[in-house]
């Protein structure tokens, strides 16, 4: 019987946790989006032509955001570090090196909030089979 009543309230907890994407404003993360991240990542997070191939620096160009990418193979928390410090402090603080990226930080530039919103108005173009993947790869709250 104890063993049923900490189930049951583990599940109440996990089905009423918070999660960092919800409720947030997706229209501002659009507009956000097409004044700091569009001119790389491409007004219909297309990302840069041939993106999975490093140019003569070994910087690989922007990747796209939409279902073709690999944004959503990230966890929320991830990819909000890697928005806010940018790639090289990200990995960085991962333990990876030697691995040059070109995306910078916007911590100096944005709020985490704002930042929140964009990552929320990313993850709404997403089918629902990313959407699922994605959301299964942020741990409950």
């Known amino acids: 019987m104890r063993l049923l009543?900490?189930?049951?309230l583990?599940?109440?907890?996990?089905?009423?946790?918070?999660?960092?994407?919800?409720?947030?404003?997706?229209?501002?993360g659009k507009a956000l989006y097409a004044e700091n991240c569009a001119s790389c990542h491409g007004d219909n997070l297309e990302g840069q032509p041939n993106?999975?191939?490093?140019?003569?620096?070994?910087?690989l160009p922007a990747p796209p955001h939409d279902e073709t990418g690999h944004t959503?193979?990230?966890?929320?928390?991830?990819?909000?570090?890697?928005?806010?410090l940018g790639g090289a402090k990200a990995l960085a603080q991962m333990g990876v090196t030697g691995f040059p990226s070109g995306m910078p930080g916007f911590a100096g530039n944005l709020s985490d909030g704002q930042i929140w919103d964009i990552l929320a108005f990313i993850a709404s173009t997403w089918p629902a089979r990313?959407?699922?993947?994605?959301?299964?790869?942020n741990p409950p709250h």
Do not use: C, P
Request: without cysteine; charged residues 25%.
């Open 130 to 137: 990313q959407a699922e993947i994605q959301a299964g790869r």
């Open 10 to 28: 583990t599940m109440a907890t996990f089905a009423q946790a918070g999660h960092e994407l919800e409720g947030r404003d997706i229209a501002t």
């Open 72 to 84: 959503w193979h990230h966890s929320n928390a991830d990819l909000f570090t890697y928005t806010k």
């Open 5 to 8: 009543l900490i189930a049951g």
């Open 51 to 59: 993106w999975r191939i490093a140019d003569e620096d070994g910087v």
